[in-house]
């Protein structure tokens, strides 16, 4: 059974820093992309960042520069830091795991709420 589960998640000021993590089990976690998605209420779901079994990253423009992804293989464990908080950053975010080959799988935590509010 594919479990993501993500923490890390919270009410934070702006210009602030919360790090999220997420937790896979149930998959070989050195073969698949992890990637991060953030939904705000009334919006789609949205790419914040991926990052390939090899470490290449790719990021969504809003966030490049404030946010870092990455990994460590060993702990089957993906994080998002998050610098430099603004309130558009509200929003539920994600974890997402899908192959680096072509496959149908396709996995998505329960999402962590994060907040930026003065």
């Known amino acids: 059974q594919v479990q993501l589960v993500e923490s890390g998640g919270g009410v934070v000021q702006p210009g602030g820093s919360l790090r999220l993590s997420c937790a896979a089990s149930?998959?070989?976690?050195?073969?698949?992309?992890m990637g991060w998605y953030r939904q705000a209420p009334g919006k789609q779901r949205e790419l914040v960042a991926t990052?390939?079994?090899?470490?290449?990253?790719n990021y969504a423009d809003p966030v490049k520069g404030p946010f870092t992804i990455s990994r460590t293989n060993a702990e089957n464990t993906v994080y998002l830091q998050m610098d430099s908080l603004k309130p558009e950053d509200s929003a539920i975010y994600y974890c997402?795991?899908?192959?680096?080959?072509?496959?149908?799988?396709?996995?998505w935590g329960q999402g962590t709420r994060v907040a930026v509010s003065s």
């Open positions: 997402n795991a899908k192959p680096w080959f072509a496959s149908d799988d396709n996995y």
């Open positions: 149930g998959i070989v976690f050195s073969l698949y992309n």
């Open positions: 990052i390939t079994p090899t470490t290449t990253t």
